[in-house]
Structures are given as C-alpha cells and as structure tokens.
C-alpha cells in the first residue's frame, strides 16, 4: 500500500523506531507523546542481536554500534565471590551473525530521535480518545487537538491508553514480586573486566553490570557499565529512611568486595528504584486501523533482556506488513498480529519463569540452578539465547 500516514502515540524506543521504519517504507509519519520533556524509564538496555539486526536493515548498524559497549564474555559468580563460571560470547555472536549492543537508554532514544528529526514528535499531547471510519482514524488530545491518519500505533508503554481502545476494556499490570535498583557507573577493571557481563547471585538475589559505551571524557581506567540489583519484596515495601545506598547496603550486606563497591560508588540520586510489573498476553494486539507495539502491546519482565528487542522486530513486522498487502490497512494490521502475537506471548511467559526461577519463588529450583551454573559452561545459557535470537523475523 502506497501514501499512507501513519499516527503513532509514544516517542520511546517502540514508537520512534517504528516511525522510522514507516517513513522508510514511504509513509508520512508523525509522533505525539503526553510528556513534555522525553526521558526514557530505566538506565539501559541489552539490545541482543535480533534488535541489532532490524537496526541494520533501517540503517542504523553504525549508530547502534557508536553507542553500544562491547560486550564479549559472562561470567557468573557466588553472592560471597566465587566464580561459578566464564564464557566467551564468540561463539554466539559467529551462530547468529550479529553481536548485541548493550546501550544507555537515553542515548538510544536520542539516536533513534535525530534519525526521525524533532520535527516528526509532539510533546505535551495526551491522547484520550480514539475514533474510527470506514477509512480514516483520529487521535483525540486532551487540549482540544485531532490528529487524523489512516492508521494509528499505540506506542504508549505499559500504562497504554490506547490499549483500552484495542481490547475494549482497562487491564492491571501483575507485580512480578521483586524490586529492581539500575543505573549507571564508572568502574575500573580491578571490580569487573571492561568487555563482561559479570553476574552475583545468591539469597535469591541478583547483583549485575554490563559494559555500555564510553563517554569521551571517561576517567582513564575506567569503563561505564549499566548495573541492576534484584530482591524478592513485596511491592509496597518503603525505600530505607536513609536513602537507596543504605537500602542496598542492608540487602547485600554478605556480599563479595566487587559488590560492596558498586553500591559504594554508585549515585543515589541517579540510581532507579523499580517494582517490576509484567501484562498478562493480550487477546489480541489489532482494532480496526489501531495496532499496539512495544510495551503496550506486550509488557515484560526485564530477565530475558528481550523487552526492548521485542519493540524493534514489532517496528519492522508492522512496515512489512503494510508494504507487502494490499488488501487494506486493517487486513495488514490483522497480519502484523498473526505474526507478532505468538512470539511476544512467549516471551512475557518465558520472562517470567526465569524471574520466578532467579528470584526464589521454588526454592529447590533456585537452588538447582545455581549448582548447574557451576558446572556450566556457557553452551546451554548461549544455546538459550541463540533460540530466542533466531525466533525473530530476520533470523
């Protein structure tokens, strides 16, 4: 289908990069968020290599790469500082053709945003309703404003309005049991190698950092690394009267030196505090000439690292789908969700079951898994990612 205009609500990373993979395809485009000021939630993301590769065929492999830190082994360690193993990612990157970019949130939302031009976005625009025809679709904005188009892309992210449209109805989020602390942080190699994702678990519990790309000002000898802390709590639980560095200390009062050092250097003010919510699969992801991406369409929990990839293959499956049918805008859409539906929710129900597992809610599983880390030598948590890497529409 030729000369369509394309209403997309959301400037994050599912709603830019499918503005961008729209306008490719030859289609007028623009985007409109709620907030007035773009900052994305969270520090940073694994962009594993079935993101990369969408980014690639959009033109933005060079970008990506300028950003992304290098990241070329894991290794997994006790909570009091044993290493249970250590694997190069050589391998996986040779399987699958491309390797991941670990980035910080903020400079992959700005890259993606150059690539559409500012032009392209509406800020300070909070969509509140949604109206069909027979042909066209029309946002409602709170201040009076309309936007007209033949398509609409909800993009809005977890809270999605636009969802409520699709499904008909308003949809809880399920807390996933544990909060998560993440940020960024300058760390010489002497408390982790510059190029590893190094892991600390224990105590159902979770300590990480994975190398994100440098600044040109970095402290010489030190490398940036985007760190997460995970502990199983009930979502209520208040922040420690004094503060989030103290939070951490009492939680991870037994671990190993390397730990004790990130919370030691890391800064509070700038450290994310996140109960972790996920959204049960959707019954279906399309209305009409309305379609859901990203975290709208299919909220995760963070422990595939696979949120954010999963909002890039849905930019490219939605151009894909316009560009090749032409039977209508509605009966594309239709084909975006046959394609997308059964991926995603398997994705979310993965997520969950290795955040289950991760985080203690069996015990003798949990504890099953940290022996046979011990004993791993990196081809079944490679050979687990290749699969999911290789589910994606470019292979």
Known sequence: ??????IIIGAGMGGLTTAIALRQAGYEVHVYDRVRELRPAGAGISLWSNAIKVLNRLGLGA???RIGGQ???VSYHRHTGEKLNDFSIKPLIEQVGQRPYPVVRTELQQMLLDTLGADCVTLDAKCIGVEESADRVTAIFEDG??????????????????REYVLGRSLERVYRDYINWNGLICLGEEVCPKDYWTLYVGQHQRAAVMPVGNLPDQPVGESRFYFFFDVPLPADTPTHPDGIRAELTEFFKDWSTPVQRIIAQLDPQKTNRVPI????????????????VGDAAHSTAPDLGQGGAQAIEDAWAIANALLAHNLGVADALRRYEAQRKDRTEQVVLWARKRGDMIHGKDPVK????????AQ??????????????QAGPLG
Do not use: C
């Not at 289908?1 to 394309?6: G, P, R, T």
């Not at 030598?377 to 699969?387: E, F, L, R, T």
């Open 145 to 162: 404003q309309t936007a007209t188009g033949d398509l609409l892309i909800g993009a809005d992210g977890t809270h999605s309005f636009v």
């Open 277 to 292: 919510h996920d959204v049960n699969p959707l019954e279906r992801l399309v209305r009409g000439r309305v379609a859901l």
């Open 366 to 373: 949990t504890q099953r898994w940290y022996d046979e880390l």
């Open 1 to 6: 289908m030729d000369h369509l205009k394309a």
């Open 63 to 65: 970008k990506v790469a």
């Open 71 to 73: 990241l070329n082994g």
């Open 376 to 389: 791993e030598d990196g081809s079944n948590i490679m050979n687990a990612i290749v699969k999911t890497i």
